[in-house]
């Protein structure tokens, strides 16, 4: 099997070499043999990567323990459904997951893409080839080979970290990927278009549905994320500004800010250059995020294992960045922008300025991540910068772009005047006003806190009042039912509505990172029968006792678990169970340090969140940390409501072809031009 | 004044209030990030480092490490190879935490020559790729 695999590989990697050639010259010669070769060598490139793929996981199934990437990954008692997600648990699979899914969707883009815009191909083709040539040269030559074979085989394999043994984490890093690989294609389209000097209007339809693919797909990467951090890491939060939670948000900053600023230029023929940039420093930022999660030059809970591997991506950014900017200057002539900017109070303004946010957001997260290097390049001694630096500077930034987000779909394009502008803020501004003194009635005084919720409640006032005046529009024009009257409005203009929900879906989020700021907890060491309370924001009394202490082996790791009683205000709520699992191999032998397993109670307001420390000496008496986190469960709905409004955008179709063009208001511009 | 200019003042508004709030960010919250060597250099130059909020990067002393559950109080000394420096840490330490491990410990040097610890971090050099048992 890995001789097949390597030939696989080696295999894929001469597709991609060829694939690159073939591509760059047959676009720029015009040779429609070569370009048809460019084409094959991915469809070449893809098959053989599969091939690969299954040999890996043939491998890892049929427990070839004398594979060193099997050994290191999995064990005999490693449950089916980890066995799956082995093929990207550690970094030479990864590696190869990456190449697949890479040229699965450079094969997608040869597909799928419409007649319009085949002009643009061969460069795609061979773009997506370097960079997969690329990756698969990584396993070949750094070496992260994961065919290779050990001197011995051993009995039993390390198994799986205990903490990649969640089922967030089998689906997060494959999402988070797919995030990341898929922005290589509308960044393929952008070098493309540059070289082709075919930058009309065109390459930019070509680019955005795949590049709020791959925002979706990020989106959902750094939820699951999030995710699994809050349920299995055990620290109590989601979100810890570590920098490779950092580097992965920075191409999803960059995105937004894209499929924002995209509207200006299909609308009014503006900002070329800089969505042009955006795109490129996109992919540019996912290679650096690969770079720093697996060279290790940061330290960060997340890191792989320090190996050349990282060398291999600093060379290939290295190259990647020069080229694209030498690229990007030469054609700069040819981006001129075709209007310019009217008034300050227009939509293209309040676009723009959530441009500067969004970058404003990105920079700081860059800097603050890199901090560490800069200033001892600089100095000589390595300061570091945590959680209080990213959110003294992001929460003003986020609540200005929050504050954008209700502002920018009530101002008209070119030029707002002052009556209608009375008209388009009235309804909204009083429901923030409204939600800004129930909470301040209520007791709330923390700023940061008010602020985004009582701006969420600006945004959501903005987005009903756009949904209501549609809704009532169709209503009166067409006489159709209320329900089916907004089920068509959004049906018949997906990107506006789907938009709109989109943001409602970043308010929920908005509104449960304030909740974070009234997070209390307390630490105790309880023998059985002895309590501990603890006040929740909301000013109840819960009452945590701790019950029992049980120990016992399960599949393939031995529990201990301990019991908690809660109750809210003396009445009985239920109770919640904590662990500490040691896992162990086939022989019974420790693997890995103890991990934690957080008893988490979910609710509408608040999450209970208990975790077991450890015992004392082996008695009854248990260490516990007991967390209150209020509206946690938000942050996953508004992930939900996101995710299906990012889906609404993206779905294709939408009503034959002239009723899209008098409703997705973008297009009608588009096709005057 | 046109829009263009309107626009270019509030986009240097922007930038400007971004650059403000990391530098003065940094300023507020940065931490030295120290090994234990570069902390006794920089103790014995300047005694201000005492009692200084900073993370100090090391590794554990195998066979230093006290814990006592009851008081949830761990102690442990922290070594680069030349220089070793005693830890007081009250919490819960993370999984990771063990023996020989690599930490980054974050707290304040006391004029008792020991480390105070608002938190620990373990760091495991094979933290999600174990190696293989002969």
Same mark, same amino acid.
């Given at each position: 099997?890995?001789?097949?695999?390597?030939?696989?590989?080696?295999?894929?990697?001469?597709?991609?070499?060829?694939?690159?050639?073939?591509?760059?010259?047959?676009?720029?010669?015009?040779?429609?043999?070569?370009?048809?070769?460019?084409?094959?060598?991915?469809?070449?490139?893809?098959?053989?990567?599969?091939?690969?793929?299954?040999?890996?996981?043939?491998?890892?199934?049929?427990?070839?323990?004398?594979?060193?990437?099997?050994?290191?990954?999995?064990?005999?008692?490693?449950?089916?459904?980890?066995?799956?997600?082995?093929?990207? /648990?550690?970094?030479?699979?990864?590696?190869?997951?990456?190449?697949?899914?890479?040229?699965?969707?450079?094969?997608?883009?040869?597909?799928?893409?419409?007649?319009?815009?085949?002009?643009?191909?061969?460069?795609?083709?061979?773009?997506?080839?370097?960079?997969?040539?690329?990756?698969?040269?990584?396993?070949?030559?750094?070496?992260?080979?994961?065919?290779?074979?050990?001197?011995?085989?051993?009995?039993?394999?390390?198994?799986?970290?205990?903490?990649?043994?969640?089922?967030?984490?089998?689906?997060?890093?494959?999402?988070?990927?797919?995030?990341?690989?898929?922005?290589?294609?509308?960044?393929?389209?952008?070098?493309?278009?540059?070289?082709?000097?075919?930058?009309?209007?065109?390459?930019?339809?070509?680019?955005?549905?795949?590049?709020?693919?791959?925002?979706?797909?990020?989106?959902?990467?750094?939820?699951?994320?999030?995710?699994?951090?809050?349920?299995?890491?055990?620290?109590?939060?989601?979100?810890?500004?570590?920098?490779?939670?950092?580097?992965?948000?920075?191409?999803?900053?960059?995105?937004?800010?894209?499929?924002?600023?995209?509207?200006?230029?299909?609308?009014?023929?503006?900002?070329?250059?800089?969505?042009?940039?955006?795109?490129?420093?996109?992919?540019?930022?996912?290679?650096?995020?690969?770079?720093?999660?697996?060279?290790?030059?940061?330290?960060?809970?997340?890191?792989?294992?320090?190996?050349?591997?990282?060398?291999?991506?600093?060379?290939?950014?290295?190259?990647?960045?020069?080229?694209?900017?030498?690229?990007?200057?030469?054609?700069?002539?040819?981006?001129?922008?075709?209007?310019?900017?009217?008034?300050?109070?227009?939509?293209?303004?309040?676009?723009?300025?959530?441009?500067?946010?969004?970058?404003?957001?990105?920079?700081?997260?860059?800097?603050?991540?890199?901090?560490?290097?800069?200033?001892?390049?600089?100095?000589?001694?390595?300061?570091?910068?945590?959680?209080?630096?990213?959110?003294?500077?992001?929460?003003?930034?986020?609540?200005?772009?929050?504050?954008?987000?209700?502002?920018?779909?009530?101002?008209?394009?070119?030029?707002?005047?002052?009556?209608?502008?009375?008209?388009?803020?009235?309804?909204?501004?009083?429901?923030?006003?409204?939600?800004?003194?129930?909470?301040?009635?209520?007791?709330?005084?923390?700023?940061?806190?008010?602020?985004?919720?009582?701006?969420?409640?600006?945004?959501?006032?903005?987005?009903?009042?756009?949904?209501?005046?549609?809704?009532?529009?169709?209503?009166?024009?067409?006489?159709?039912?209320?329900?089916?009257?907004?089920?068509?409005?959004?049906?018949?203009?997906?990107?506006?509505?789907?938009?709109?929900?989109?943001?409602?879906?970043?308010?929920?989020?908005?509104?449960?990172?304030?909740?974070?700021?009234?997070?209390?907890?307390?630490?105790?060491?309880?023998?059985?029968?002895?309590?501990?309370?603890?006040?929740?924001?909301?000013?109840?009394?819960?009452?945590?006792?701790?019950?029992?202490?049980?120990?016992?082996?399960?599949?393939?790791?031995?529990?201990?678990?301990?019991?908690?009683?809660? /109750?809210?205000?003396?009445?009985?709520?239920?109770?919640?169970?904590?662990?500490?699992?040691?896992?162990?191999?086939?022989?019974?032998?420790?693997?890995?340090?103890?991990?934690?397993?957080?008893?988490?109670?979910?609710?509408?307001?608040?999450?209970?969140?208990?975790?077991?420390?450890?015992?004392?000496?082996?008695?009854?008496?248990?260490?516990?940390?007991?967390?209150?986190?209020?509206?946690?469960?938000?942050?996953?709905?508004?992930?939900?409501?996101?995710?299906?409004?990012?889906?609404?955008?993206?779905?294709?179709?939408?009503?034959?072809?002239?009723?899209?063009?008098?409703?997705?208001?973008?297009?009608?511009?588009?096709?005057?031009? | 004044?046109?829009?263009?200019?309107?626009?270019?003042?509030?986009?240097?508004?922007?930038?400007?209030?971004?650059?403000?709030?990391?530098?003065?960010?940094?300023?507020?919250?940065?931490?030295?990030?120290?090994?234990?060597?570069?902390?006794?250099?920089?103790?014995?130059?300047?005694?201000?480092?005492?009692?200084?909020?900073?993370?100090?990067?090391?590794?554990?002393?195998?066979?230093?490490?006290?814990?006592?559950?009851?008081?949830?109080?761990?102690?442990?000394?922290?070594?680069?190879?030349?220089?070793?420096?005693?830890?007081?840490?009250?919490?819960?330490?993370?999984?990771?935490?063990?023996? /020989?491990?690599?930490?980054?410990?974050?707290?304040?040097?006391?004029?008792?020559?020991?480390?105070?610890?608002?938190?620990?971090?373990?760091?495991?050099? /094979?933290?999600?790729?174990?190696?293989?048992?002969?």
């Amino acid at each position: 099997m890995t001789l097949l695999g390597n030939l696989a590989l080696w295999l894929a990697f001469l597709m991609g070499l060829w694939g690159a050639v073939t591509g760059f010259a047959g676009g720029l010669q015009g040779r429609t043999d070569l370009q048809r070769s460019a084409r094959q060598a991915v469809f070449a490139m893809f098959a053989a990567l599969v091939v690969a793929v299954i040999c890996l996981e043939v491998a890892i199934f049929q427990h070839d323990f004398n594979v060193a990437y099997v050994a290191g990954r999995t064990s005999r008692n490693l449950p089916t459904f980890y066995l799956w997600s082995a093929l990207y /648990s550690g970094q030479e699979g990864s590696l190869l997951f990456w190449a697949t899914v890479l040229s699965l969707f450079a094969t997608l883009a040869q597909v799928l893409t419409s007649a319009r815009h085949r002009a643009y191909l061969p460069f795609v083709a061979a773009v997506t080839c370097v960079v997969a040539a690329f990756f698969i040269s990584v396993m070949l030559f750094a070496p992260a080979n994961p065919f290779a074979r050990l001197p011995y085989t051993p009995v039993d394999g390390a198994g799986m970290n205990p903490q990649l043994q969640n089922p967030g984490m089998v689906f997060h890093p494959p999402m988070l990927y797919l995030g990341y690989i898929s922005i290589t294609i509308p960044f393929a389209f952008a070098i493309a278009a540059l070289m082709s000097k075919k930058l009309d209007v065109d390459w930019l339809v070509a680019i955005r549905k795949w590049t709020l693919l791959s925002w979706l797909f990020l989106s959902i990467g750094l939820l699951i994320g999030m995710w699994w951090a809050y349920v299995e890491l055990g620290w109590g939060g989601y979100w810890a500004w570590d920098p490779v939670e950092n580097v992965a948000l920075l191409p999803w900053l960059t995105m937004t800010a894209f499929l924002h600023s995209v509207m200006i230029q299909e609308k009014r023929g503006m900002l070329k250059k800089w969505n042009l940039a955006l795109i490129l420093s996109s992919w540019l930022l996912s290679i650096f995020g690969t770079f720093i999660t697996r060279s290790g030059v940061i330290a960060s809970v997340h890191s792989f294992t320090q190996s050349n591997v990282g060398y291999f991506f600093l060379g290939f950014l290295l190259l990647a960045v020069p080229a694209t900017f030498v690229l990007y200057a030469k054609r700069l002539p040819l981006l001129e922008a075709e209007s310019t900017l009217e008034s300050m109070v227009s939509r293209e303004a309040s676009f723009l300025f959530n441009n500067l946010l969004f970058l404003g957001i990105a920079f700081s997260v860059l800097w603050g991540t890199m901090f560490p290097i800069l200033s001892e390049w600089v100095k000589g001694t390595k300061v570091t910068v945590g959680p209080p630096f990213f959110n003294q500077v992001n929460i003003p930034l986020g609540l200005a772009l929050l504050a954008l987000t209700g502002i920018g779909p009530l101002i008209a394009w070119r030029r707002a005047s002052i009556p209608n502008l009375r008209r388009q803020f009235a309804v909204p501004a009083t429901s923030g006003v409204f939600v800004l003194l129930i909470l301040l009635v209520a007791g709330m005084r923390d700023f940061g806190a008010l602020m985004a919720i009582a701006l969420g409640g600006f945004v959501m006032g903005t987005v009903t009042q756009e949904f209501a005046r549609g809704t009532s529009a169709r209503h009166r024009q067409y006489g159709e039912p209320l329900a089916l009257a907004a089920l068509r409005l959004v049906g018949r203009n997906r990107r506006r509505y789907g938009g709109y929900i989109v943001h409602t879906g970043m308010v929920l989020l908005f509104v449960a990172f304030a909740g974070m700021a009234f997070k209390t907890e307390t630490q105790a060491t309880l023998r059985p029968g002895e309590s501990v309370t603890l006040r929740s924001p909301y000013g109840h009394v819960y009452t945590f006792t701790h019950v029992s202490v049980s120990q016992y082996d399960a599949l393939n790791r031995r529990v201990t678990a301990a019991l908690v009683e809660v /109750s809210r205000d003396g009445k009985h709520m239920g109770r919640l169970k904590t662990e500490k699992r040691q896992h162990v191999d086939a022989l019974g032998r420790n693997t890995f340090e103890p991990s934690t397993e957080v008893g988490i109670r979910s609710g509408l307001r608040e999450d209970l969140y208990v975790v077991l420390g450890g015992l004392v000496n082996g008695t009854e008496q248990a260490v516990y940390r007991f967390t209150i986190n209020p509206l946690v469960w938000w942050v996953w709905a508004g992930g939900y409501v996101l995710v299906f409004g990012g889906l609404i955008v993206l779905w294709p179709g939408g009503g034959p072809p002239a009723v899209r063009r008098t409703q997705a208001g973008y297009a009608v511009k588009l096709e005057a031009k | 004044m046109n829009a263009g200019t309107k626009f270019a003042i509030g986009a240097v508004l922007i930038v400007g209030s971004v650059g403000y709030l990391m530098a003065s960010g940094i300023k507020e919250t940065g931490q030295y990030f120290l090994t234990p060597s570069e902390l006794a250099q920089k103790v014995s130059a300047d005694p201000s480092f005492y009692d200084l909020g900073m993370k100090v990067g090391a590794r554990v002393v195998p066979g230093t490490v006290e814990k006592e559950t009851a008081t949830q109080t761990l102690r442990f000394h922290i070594t680069d190879g030349t220089v070793s420096y005693p830890v007081v840490f009250r919490g819960l330490p993370p999984d990771t935490f063990t023996d /020989s491990v690599e930490v980054v410990v974050e707290g304040r040097l006391q004029r008792d020559g020991v480390i105070h610890a608002t938190d620990v971090l373990a760091k495991c050099g /094979s933290r999600y790729e174990a190696v293989p048992k002969a």
